[in-house]
């Protein structure tokens, strides 16, 4: 590990002190936490762009979370960072995905805009500080410091101001560590090309639509060359192996030259960076933007995904408002969360304990509550 990389003996610590770990480092054992915990399991039926029920070969926010972790831990590797550390950010930054993918958290952002909204981010980190019942010594995984850092990618000001160190980042402009920064870029890649992958699957998308992305034209070309009678999933495949490949090698490159540059010496200099030092190339941050919006407008805009988007927003909403309306719809466990949050959210804790328990639901279980609350 270079030493612009997390180390693990220099972390900033758990908030309630443990004794370390025998044979393995924090970070790995922060990744192992992660991997043991409920909310990890819910990832499976959890929807990334299509509902789970849909088909059982779309992406789910298990399989994108793996990808996430594949590609990020590839790129750890050659630029001398922290894979540990990487894994765990990984795996862990999509925890407080609502059910129905961003449909699920546009519903609950606007149900509790009076109480501040709702943001996917935000809530990982309170499934890791907060929602984990599973330690006898303390709430959520009490993970280490860099971890969580790594899982808050955006934050409001007014939220920063609450959450103490791990938010102070966004009041003082400053930047998270290499590994985090790897980590959300590695989304980024992950999402694009799985999106393009289910896209045709799903045949809301075709194969001349996505032609019109240089990106993508140039990995057709390139397969079709060399294998010109190729089509089907073997061709699908063959373009996106390329495009990760170029994403990838693109952005490992030009990392390292802005390592080599600002020749940071610890972690402390990369946060105090005047800039994020794992990036894209123009050329590349160009063509990767490009891409995006051909997926934004054909398929997230899609009048398929928009109907299903649509009843999304009717389940969340529809929950909420029973919930909010009469507390003794919801589980006895979770009208108990009401109490338990009234020291802490004062008059809001009746809108955190319903936010808190729909955030967590997966798709599937969500269908099901709206059906036991509705239907007759
Ligand atoms: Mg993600």
Same mark, same amino acid.
């Given at each position: 590990?270079?030493?612009?990389?997390?180390?693990?003996?220099?972390?900033?610590?758990?908030?309630?002190?443990?004794?370390?770990?025998?044979?393995?480092?924090?970070?790995?054992?922060?990744?192992?936490?992660?991997?043991?915990?409920?909310?990890?399991?819910?990832?499976?039926?959890?929807?990334?762009?299509?509902?789970?029920?849909?088909?059982?070969?779309?992406?789910?926010?298990?399989?994108?979370?793996?990808?996430?972790?594949?590609?990020?831990?590839?790129?750890?590797?050659?630029?001398?960072?922290?894979?540990?550390?990487?894994?765990?950010?990984?795996?862990?930054?999509?925890?407080?995905?609502?059910?129905?993918?961003?449909?699920?958290?546009?519903?609950?952002?606007?149900?509790?805009?009076?109480?501040?909204?709702?943001?996917?981010?935000?809530?990982?980190?309170?499934?890791?500080?907060?929602?984990?019942?599973?330690?006898?010594?303390?709430?959520?995984?009490?993970?280490?410091?860099?971890?969580?850092?790594?899982?808050?990618?955006?934050?409001? #000001?007014? !939220?920063?101001?609450?959450?103490? =160190? @791990?938010? *102070?980042?966004?009041?003082?402009?400053?930047?998270? %560590?290499? /590994?985090?920064?790897?980590?959300?870029?590695?989304?980024?890649?992950?999402?694009?090309?799985?999106?393009?992958?289910?896209?045709?699957?799903?045949?809301?998308?075709?194969?001349?639509?996505?032609?019109?992305?240089?990106?993508?034209?140039?990995?057709?070309?390139?397969?079709?060359?060399?294998?010109?009678?190729?089509?089907?999933?073997?061709?699908?495949?063959?373009?996106?192996?390329?495009?990760?490949?170029?994403?990838?090698?693109?952005?490992?490159?030009?990392?390292?030259?802005?390592?080599? #540059?600002? !020749?940071?010496?610890?972690?402390? =200099? @990369?946060? *105090?960076?005047?800039?994020?030092?794992?990036?894209? %190339?123009? /050329?590349?941050?160009?063509?990767?933007?490009?891409?995006?919006?051909?997926?934004?407008?054909?398929?997230?805009?899609?009048?398929?995904?928009?109907?299903?988007?649509?009843?999304?927003?009717?389940?969340?909403?529809?929950?909420?408002?029973?919930?909010?309306?009469?507390?003794?719809?919801?589980?006895?466990?979770?009208?108990?969360?009401?109490?338990?949050?009234?020291?802490?959210?004062?008059?809001?804790?009746?809108?955190?304990?319903?936010?808190?328990?729909?955030?967590?639901?997966?798709?599937?279980?969500?269908?099901?509550?709206?059906?036991?609350?509705?239907?007759?």
């Amino acid at each position: 590990m270079k030493c612009y990389a997390a180390h693990p003996e220099l972390s900033k610590g758990r908030q309630f002190n443990e004794p370390s770990p025998t044979y393995r480092s924090e970070f790995q054992r922060d990744r192992d936490r992660i991997i043991h915990s409920t909310s990890f399991r819910r990832l499976e039926y959890k929807t990334q762009v299509f509902v789970n029920h849909e088909g059982d070969l779309y992406r789910t926010r298990l399989t994108h979370s793996l990808e996430v972790a594949q590609i990020a831990r590839s790129i750890a590797r050659a630029l001398g960072l922290n894979e540990d550390l990487t894994e765990a950010i990984a795996l862990a930054h999509d925890l407080g995905h609502t059910p129905f993918g961003h449909a699920g958290q546009d519903a609950l952002n606007h149900c509790n805009k009076a109480l501040g909204g709702f943001e996917h981010n935000h809530q990982s980190l309170r499934v890791v500080d907060w929602l984990e019942h599973s330690y006898a010594d303390f709430h959520g995984l009490n993970l280490c410091f860099e971890t969580r850092e790594g899982i808050l990618k955006h934050c409001h #000001l007014k !939220q920063a101001r609450e959450l103490g =160190e @791990v938010g *102070q980042r966004f009041i003082d402009q400053t930047h998270a %560590s290499l /590994e985090a920064q790897l980590t959300n870029i590695a989304d980024e890649i992950a999402y694009n090309n799985h999106d393009i992958d289910d896209g045709l699957r799903s045949g809301l998308i075709k194969i001349k639509d996505l032609r019109e992305v240089a990106l993508f034209e140039e990995a057709y070309v390139a397969v079709i060359s060399r294998y010109p009678t190729l089509d089907g999933r073997r061709l699908i495949h063959e373009i996106i192996r390329r495009i990760i490949g170029r994403l990838v090698v693109d952005l490992t490159k030009t990392s390292e030259s802005n390592l080599l #540059l600002a !020749q940071v010496k610890n972690i402390e =200099e @990369v946060r *105090q960076y005047p800039q994020e030092l794992i990036q894209f %190339s123009t /050329e590349m941050r160009i063509a990767s933007r490009e891409l995006k919006k051909l997926l934004r407008e054909k398929l997230y805009f899609h009048h398929k995904v928009y109907r299903m988007s649509h009843k999304a927003n009717m389940i969340v909403t529809g929950l909420y408002q029973a919930f909010m309306d009469d507390v003794r719809l919801l589980p006895p466990e979770h009208q108990q969360l009401v109490k338990d949050y009234q020291q802490h959210y004062g008059e809001q804790n009746k809108s955190r304990a319903v936010v808190d328990y729909i955030a967590g639901m997966t798709d599937r279980y969500a269908r099901q509550e709206y059906q036991r609350l509705f239907e007759v």
